[in-house]
């Protein structure tokens, strides 16, 4: 397979090699050449295997320049118990991401797919635990080092340190909002004392660290020389990974392959949803893709509207589902170039123009008109309705869900079809909002076991300014 830059203007690579390089030297994101196609047979015949030999039927169709054997070895080494399920045994894929169904609503049952069970109780962790092995095993491969430059608005970051922690050849500089995190997403990332890991505290929001993630990106000699590497969703390995569980979920509330599914996806920088995208494209029989955001509503209002209108950070706000404070997503721009019907010249037009004028309108373009196809759907999410969902979830089902899950519950309930499943991603687990979970129901969130003293341990982490330059000078500093 060989893949394809959204700007247009970048050669095609194979996926070892975009794996390691993160962002397409043009500033655009990678796509695959095409989306292999799977029939209702296929699909059918993936009934009742594994997560991993599941997974492996998916990336062996995307990942071709890595031996069979050597993926199956690790995929399997990647989606065990013992990190998914806290060493329940896992014999089948319904135990790694098992569905929590809710009940019937609307003529229809709807359920929650629960991701995030993994080491840093959000579904990060399905993706980034695979990416580390693979990291490991490609610089083995080619004899390199990796320097990671990472943003977080809260999960990310957390997820790619623990699953990069002890990884030989591996520097993890991970970038966060300082102040807007919630306290225990902070001690999740600050607390780890690893040599490999650097935190530095931004004085700004997500979108000023994505920002710097991208400027330094788009330095191709301090790439080059430093080794740059990502970890973001901008990283394919990271979307195609995510891919498998819209598989998996559909696979374990249907029987067969002519039944339908929909999923509602808690958004924020796109990443998780264009998984699901992508999983259509690929023939999986999905319904409708609903995209629910929180007060920070761009992709609702683009979906709405046909207007792309990116907020700056002043516009930010910060919010009680906080990893979804974002305002630029990143992989929007992969959804628009299959939208512009893979035009990367237009594709790139669009997004100098986010960068000049703050967004784009499609409204009145002929592509506008083609989106019904997508199957896209959206909704907001506002403090208030969290708390209320939050509440209702607990009382009529006896389920506590954390803020995030909860904006993607409110906006499912608005797109309920009889006889067509909704699940809604199970984006992280309430402890890490423990706050809000506390003002919803006035008691605390289970802790799992081993966590309950984080944020009493001692915390290691730099302030930085919202700066490239600083950024890079930190970078230089500390590489081996
Ligand atoms: C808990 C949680 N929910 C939802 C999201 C939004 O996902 P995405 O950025 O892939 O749209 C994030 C961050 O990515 C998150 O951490
Ligand atoms: N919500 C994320 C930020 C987006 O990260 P991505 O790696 O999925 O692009 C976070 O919690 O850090």
């Not at 309430?430 to 605390?444: D, H, N, S, V, Y």
């Not at 309950?452 to 302030?463: A, T």
């Amino acid at each position: 397979m060989r893949y394809q830059s959204t700007r247009g203007n970048s050669p095609q690579q194979s996926f070892l090699e975009i794996l390691l390089g993160g962002l397409a030297p043009d500033g655009g994101l990678y796509l695959p050449s095409h989306y292999p196609q799977i029939s209702k047979a296929q699909l059918d015949s993936w009934r009742g295997l594994s997560y991993a030999d599941l997974a492996y039927e998916i990336l062996s169709l995307y990942c071709d320049d890595i031996p069979d054997t050597d993926l199956r070895a690790l995929l399997r080494k990647t989606y065990t118990a013992q990190v998914y399920c806290n060493g329940r045994a896992a014999d089948s894929a319904q135990d790694i991401t098992p569905i929590h169904w809710l009940g019937e609503e609307q003529g229809t049952r709807i359920g929650l797919l629960s991701l995030s069970n993994g080491p840093t109780l959000a579904f990060k962790d399905m993706a980034m635990q695979l990416l580390g092995n693979l990291f490991e095993y490609a610089l083995k491969r080619a004899g390199q080092q990796l320097n990671i430059l990472g943003a977080t608005s809260g999960d990310t970051g957390s997820a790619a340190e623990y699953a990069m922690r002890g990884k030989e050849g591996v520097t993890v500089f991970m970038l966060s909002p300082r102040g807007k995190m919630s306290a225990f997403q902070s001690a999740q990332m600050y607390s780890l004392q690893d040599p490999n890991i650097f935190n530095l505290a931004v004085g700004g929001v997500f979108d000023d660290c994505q920002d710097i993630v991208k400027a330094v990106s788009n330095d191709l000699p301090f790439k080059a020389k430093n080794q740059i590497g990502t970890v973001n969703s901008i990283n394919w390995g990271r979307v195609v990974a995510q891919v498998i569980y819209y598989f998996q979920g559909y696979l374990l509330a249907t029987k067969s392959s002519n039944e339908k599914v929909s999923f509602t996806v808690p958004s924020g920088n796109f990443g998780n949803v264009c998984a699901g995208h992508i999983a259509r494209m690929m023939g999986l029989p999905i319904e409708h893709l609903v995209v629910a955001t929180n007060e920070n509503d761009v992709l609702d209002e683009f979906y709405k509207t046909g207007v792309y209108r990116a907020r700056k950070s002043a516009e930010t706000l910060h919010t009680s589902s906080p990893s979804m404070d974002i305002s630029k997503a990143s992989n929007f721009e992969r959804f628009i170039f299959d939208l512009m019907s893979q035009d990367g010249q237009a594709t790139a037009k669009l997004f100098q123009q986010v960068e000049s004028q703050g967004g784009f309108d499609l409204s009145k373009d002929s592509v506008y008109k083609t989106m019904a196809k997508y199957g896209f759907r959206s909704g907001r999410s506002t403090h208030e309705n969290r708390i209320a969902t939050i509440q209702d979830i607990d009382q009529r089902y006896g389920v506590v869900i954390d803020t995030h899950t909860a904006d993607g519950v409110k906006v499912a309930r608005e797109h309920l079809q009889a006889g067509i499943p909704m699940l809604v991603l199970e984006t992280a687990l309430p402890i890490k909002f423990e706050e809000t979970i506390l003002e919803a129901l006035g008691r605390p969130a289970d802790c799992p076991k081993g966590l309950e003293g984080i944020k009493s341990l001692p915390q290691r982490v730099v302030n930085i300014d919202a700066d490239v330059s600083q950024v890079k000078s930190f970078i230089t500093d500390h590489v081996n």
